[in-house]
């Protein structure tokens, strides 16, 4: 089967959250099954276009309402991720370093999705499925099935997969001629709530909507930034998949990103040097329990908390536990983070910025994750964690729900119902007892990093979504 993914980030390419890391190998596991799946994503001014080579396979020009531009289909030329990867460049709107929070991301994204299947359609691409990822891609199920320019697609099975209901890319009618020509008739399948959404006209349009979890599934009913009444209506359609980890790539016996390699049997050894290499470099102690965050500094995972849950725990712990942080987000969140320092120096450090090679390193010489999300659909952070024995601590929602079970019923890890600096703090209590009774420790973390949370399974999930839609 030839499968397209289509999204805004794929790691290493560009990314800036989980979606990357899905995006980066769920195709390659696809492949691994017998399948042809593809990753197309815009070309970004960014480290990974400027260092890698690309062939030119395609050259057009696309209409954005009035305005006319002029793209190109790259392909990166060695195919060493694992699957054919093709960069949409359009210059005037993607030569820049990031991937969103630019004033036209509605233009950018738009134009980017009309590109696509202007190229899918001069080329006479054969293909089975277009899977689109989030609201940056959310416009095509309508596009195949509505706009008059691609009626060679207009069969074609369109997959959704939600990794994030937050953001929608909400934009006013006001834009509707962006669209190629389509049946006015139609206009509805764009709206909700008075505004096109390309979340929402995706959930309606798709022929399948995957969640990425199945807990964040039951939850979007109750609680999806205003689409609830949507995907309830649509909840035949629907299905939670829980995603998967690259374990070619977290792998702590070859993952050249570490101070210390390790296998499972010399975790001890492996993992304590990588703690003293970070306690070094950030000036902690290594003898003390070494509690970290990572990921991006926004409400939706509860990184709100963390001046206050930091300081309660390093007044009420005192000298008993080492906080480390690495992200960037609210620059208000930054800044406060960055002044605890000066309180509690020897014990808390922050590293602010995105560093992939950092967050492998804080993985292995950690001991506990803090994961206090608000909405987390699915979460790569804590299988990352377990995979490599650092124990996740995690509000019980979305796919930490599914993914991690407390200690004190059985499982490996520690669970707290609210998103609450009271919750967060008396669960790092708990790691900070565990942490002292080295005998439970030990065996707990020997249980998380065999869990087998690699993409095999779940590619095979995927393709019998697939396969129904052709049947
Ligand atoms: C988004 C979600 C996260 C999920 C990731 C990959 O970043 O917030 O929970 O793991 O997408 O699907």
Redesign the pocket.
């Known amino acids: 089967m030839e499968i397209f993914h289509i999204s805004a980030e794929c790691y290493p390419v560009a990314k800036v ?3 990357a ?2 995006v980066g190998a769920l195709p390659k596991y696809l492949n691994k099954l017998g399948h042809t799946a593809k990753v197309v994503v815009p070309g970004y001014d960014n480290k990974f276009t400027q260092e890698n080579e690309f062939d030119i396979v395609h050259k057009g020009l696309l209409k954005l309402g009035w305005f006319q531009f002029s793209y190109t289909i790259l392909k990166e030329k060695t195919n060493k991720l694992g699957f054919d990867l093709y960069l949409i460049a359009i210059p005037e709107l993607f030569d820049r370093p990031n991937v969103y929070s630019y004033e036209d991301d509605t233009e950018r994204f738009t134009a980017f999705q009309i590109a696509f299947l202007n190229w899918l359609t001069e080329t006479n691409q054969q293909l089975d499925v277009i899977h689109c990822h ?1 609201h940056h891609t959310g416009l095509i199920p309508f596009m195949v099935q509505f706009c008059y320019n691609y009626p060679h697609f207009k069969n074609t099975p369109t997959v959704l ?1 939600i ?2 209901g937050q953001y929608q890319g909400w934009f006013g009618f006001d834009k509707i001629h962006y669209l190629p020509d389509f049946d006015r008739g139609r206009s509805g399948f764009l709206e909700w709530g008075g505004v096109i959404n390309p979340l929402a006209s995706a959930v309606k349009c798709a022929w399948k909507v995957t969640t ?2 199945p807990s ?1 599934l039951d939850e979007i009913s109750n609680e999806a930034n205003g689409l609830e009444n949507l995907l309830r209506f649509e909840r035949s359609k629907l299905v939670g998949i829980l ?1 998967g980890i690259d374990t070619d790539v977290w792998n702590t016996q070859t993952d050249e990103m570490l101070h210390a390699n390790y296998t499972l049997k010399g975790f001890k050894k492996g993992k304590a040097a990588n703690k003293a290499f970070l306690c070094e470099q950030f000036n902690l102690d290594p003898k003390l329990p070494l509690f970290t965050f990572i990921g991006r500094l926004v409400g ?2 509860g990184a709100d908390l963390l001046p206050q849950i930091c300081s309660v725990a390093l007044n009420e712990f005192y000298q008993k536990l080492n906080i480390l942080i690495l992200g960037s987000g609210d620059t208000n969140l930054e800044r406060g983070l960055q002044n605890l320092q000066n309180f509690y120096h020897g014990n808390f450090n922050t590293y602010i910025g995105y560093n992939e090679k950092l967050a492998h390193i804080i993985y292995a010489g950690a001991d506990f994750l803090l994961m206090p ?1 608000r ?6 952070n804590q299988m990352y964690a377990l995979r490599y024995g650092t124990i996740p601590i995690v509000r019980r929602t ?2 930490l729900k599914d993914t991690v079970y407390d200690f004190g019923d059985g499982g490996f890890g520690i669970c707290h119902d609210k998103a609450s600096v009271f919750d967060v703090t008396h669960s790092m209590y708990r790691g900070i007892q565990l942490y002292a009774d080295t005998k439970t420790f030990d065996a707990i973390i020997k249980t998380t990093m065999q869990i087998d949370h690699s993409w095999d399974k779940v590619a095979e999930e995927y393709s019998a979504v697939y396969q129904s839609l052709i049947n």
Request: proline share 4%.
């Open positions: 959250g989980g979606l890391d899905v989030d997969t990794h994030n990425v979890s964040y995603n939706e995972k999300s909405v987390e659909p699915c979460g790569l979305g796919g």
